[in-house]
């Protein structure tokens, strides 16, 4: 079974940077892509980023391209979100997850398993 752990949430002053990490429990971390999505409040789960197996191709949203980067560690299973010059509209749950394969998709369809989430709070 796949448990994935994130971290690194909390409270920010808007103009502020976070750096979300996700751990994975099994090898075959480096074998699959990896994506993080967002859920505030009241709103459906949205894409935020994902990363191809290897790390040589990534995805944005288009309202994180420029502030937010995924990056990856095969060794230590463990993927990141950097996130930058936050806004109070990025608040919400954050959401690591496995992709089904070694592409980086874009929708929740595309993911088997998810982690618990980690909070983000962007104060104005």
């Known amino acids: 079974q796949v448990q994935l752990v994130e971290s690194g949430g909390g409270l920010v002053q808007a103009g502020g940077s976070l750096k979300l990490s996700c751990a994975a429990s099994?090898?075959?971390?480096?074998?699959?892509?990896m994506g993080w999505f967002r859920q505030a409040p009241g709103k459906e789960r949205e894409f935020v980023a994902a990363?191809?197996?290897?790390?040589?191709?990534?995805e944005f949203s288009d309202s994180m391209k420029g502030r937010f980067t995924i990056s990856r560690d095969n060794v230590k299973n463990t993927l990141y979100l950097q996130m930058n010059s936050l806004k109070p509209e990025d608040t919400a749950i954050y959401y690591c997850?496995?992709?089904?394969?070694?592409?980086?998709?874009?929708?929740?369809?595309?993911?088997?398993?998810w982690g618990q989430g980690t909070q983000v709070t962007v104060s104005s």
């Open positions: 997850a496995r992709a089904r394969a070694t592409d980086a998709p874009i929708t929740t369809s595309g993911y088997e398993y």
């Open positions: 099994e090898g075959t971390f480096s074998t699959f892509a």
């Open positions: 990363i191809t197996w290897s790390g040589g191709s990534t």
